[in-house]
């Protein structure tokens, strides 16, 4: 989406996405690392620790023994050295800005990590699903793109891999985790009772207002209504969440991850 923002997709953009592939990567290494090690999170035994996850298998492998700690923060350092390869090629190629943004992506997990305690781990999240992403779309292919747009344009899709997103990966880490002092808004839900559908289908409807608005200012293209094929399918799934959890939020992620990629077809066919 940053690429078609700033100017289109080229071999560039295709070279920026590998970098941002990779510092993803090795965010979600030192993640691991740093809940193991920083935060405590995954330590202790196995009630005690957040769950293992249907989507990746490999939560808690520092707390099983397969793996060490300092084979995990190795892992990711590795992924951040091999993301700066395609990053400094586009210095060079397209400007230096794209080293900022870099810079500040590879930062964001530490951020993410901690924030589980000081209320801002959805923003945290926000911010490198959605803006940083962004960002180094469009420094891939401009040296001087309009950012300003490339932020507000990724803002509804940031939110529903975070807002959205993170209730849904934390719901059965709530309560190992709140005795650890979470402080996530999004454990709150779970702590005091608040209907998870109700809260899952606020923060959709409050998207999908903002993406009116992002269209009817011209930063989004109409097209990108297609995203409101997945209206009824958001509903559809919030309504089994209670029947079948671990089920239905699987449905309900892979539906989400289809909102951005319907957002960009629309981008591109409509802008």
């Known amino acids: 989406m940053g690429a078609v923002l700033a100017g289109g997709i080229n071999a560039n953009a295709w070279i920026g996405l590998a970098a941002g592939l990779l510092v993803m990567a090795g965010g979600h290494s030192f993640n691991s690392f740093l809940d193991c090690s920083w935060t ?26 397969i793996v060490t700690p300092r084979e995990v923060a190795l892992n990711a350092v590795g992924w951040y050295v091999l ?13 230096w800005p794209i080293l900022l943004v870099w810079v500040l992506s590879m930062l964001i997990t530490f951020w993410y990590s901690k924030a589980k305690f000081n209320w801002t781990h959805e923003l945290a999240l926000f911010m490198g699903a959605g803006p940083l992403a962004a960002l180094i779309g469009m420094y891939s292919v401009s040296p001087s793109p309009a950012w300003w747009i490339g932020i507000a344009a990724s803002a509804p899709a ?5 807002f959205v997103g993170l209730p849904l990966d934390e719901w059965e880490d709530a309560e190992a985790n709140l005795k650890k002092g979470v402080k996530s808004v999004a454990y709150k839900v779970w702590e005091y009772g608040v209907d998870l559908g109700f809260y899952l289908l606020s923060w959709i409807m409050f998207v999908y207002l903002m993406q009116l608005f992002l269209i009817a200012v011209g930063i989004l293209a109409p097209l990108t209504w297609l995203t409101f094929v997945l209206v009824p399918m958001f509903m559809a799934a919030v309504v089994f969440l209670k029947k079948s959890f671990r089920k239905t939020a699987g449905i309900l992620v892979i539906i989400g991850a289809c909102y951005p990629v319907l957002m960009l077809l629309g981008q591109i066919l409509g802008g």
């Open 83 to 95: 993301s700066a390869v395609p990053v400094i090629y586009l210095a060079v190629k397209v400007g």
């Open 40 to 65: 405590g999170l995954d330590k202790g035994k196995v009630e005690d620790r957040s769950a293992e996850k249907d989507y990746c298998g490999g939560q808690n492998i520092i707390e099983a023994g």
């Open 158 to 162: 940031g939110l529903i891999l975070s």
